[in-house]
């Protein structure tokens, strides 16, 4: 059974840092591109990062230069260091992954960047 479970979400001043990780389990490993969504309140969720097995990064525009995506293979985890937050990254952070029939989720981790 594949579980996704974020961590590290929370309340920053704008400017700040925050780190998220996402631990992997299941059928989900370092053979699999792994990637970070958000949702903002009445917002569609949308695609923030991406990371393939082979390491290489995609980023939205609006976060790039800000916010890192990296994977510890090891420890099957995932992670997001964002940085320079701004008010308008507030949302729900989800971490996600393909599998042979689905996509699956996290349960999210919200963050809220205050001004």
């Known amino acids: 059974q594949v579980q996704l479970v974020e961590s590290g979400g929370g309340l920053v001043q704008a400017g700040g840092s925050l780190r998220l990780s996402c631990a992997a389990s299941g059928s989900i490993n370092s053979d699999n591109a792994m990637s970070w969504y958000r949702q903002a309140p009445g917002k569609q969720r949308e695609l923030v990062a991406t990371?393939?097995?082979?390491?290489?990064?995609n980023y939205a525009d609006s976060v790039k230069g800000r916010f890192t995506i990296s994977r510890d293979n090891a420890k099957n985890t995932l992670y997001l260091q964002m940085n320079s937050l701004k008010p308008e990254d507030t949302a729900v952070y989800y971490c996600?992954?393909?599998?042979?029939?689905?996509?699956?989720w996290g349960q999210g981790t919200q963050v809220t960047v205050s001004s």
């Open positions: 990371i393939s097995s082979g390491g290489s990064t």
């Open positions: 996600s992954a393909p599998g042979k029939k689905r996509r699956y």
